[in-house]
């Protein structure tokens, strides 16, 4: 599995940017994607998950209603699109590879991740 993840930036807050997560090996079509994000000197935290036909998703209570998680399996690529941006949004934020067809929320239910994409909202 290659995860290329790409979409980040700077915005203003309450601004919208959409994340992409790219599996170029096409090896995670029957698996749950997740996003996590780290900020600065904080530890990485789960931010949303899809099932691996996209019939399940999960977030996390701070992003309820401004992300949202969907995936297109003819094109292996899952997608983080986020309206109403804080600063506290900013971190880098990370696609990975579950490891089972079902979303968790846990990382150690990860098995492959992307190599992580800035995210910046200035207030």
């Known amino acids: 599995v290659q995860l290329q993840a790409c979409g980040g930036g700077l915005v203003q807050a309450g601004g919208s940017l959409r994340l992409s997560c ?67 949004d900013t971190a880098v934020y990370y696609c990975a590879v579950a490891r089972t067809s079902h979303s968790g929320t846990d990382s150690s239910q990860y098995q492959y991740w992307g190599q992580g994409t800035l995210v910046t909202v200035s207030s």
């Open 22 to 88: 790219a599996d170029s090996k096409r090896t995670s079509s029957n698996n749950a994607v997740g996003w996590f994000r780290q900020a600065p000197e904080k530890e990485r935290e789960f931010v949303a998950s899809i099932s691996w036909n996209g019939a399940s998703t999960a977030y996390t209570d701070s992003v309820k209603d401004r992300f949202t998680i969907s995936r297109d399996r003819a094109v292996n690529t899952v997608y983080l699109q986020m309206s109403s941006l804080k600063p506290e």
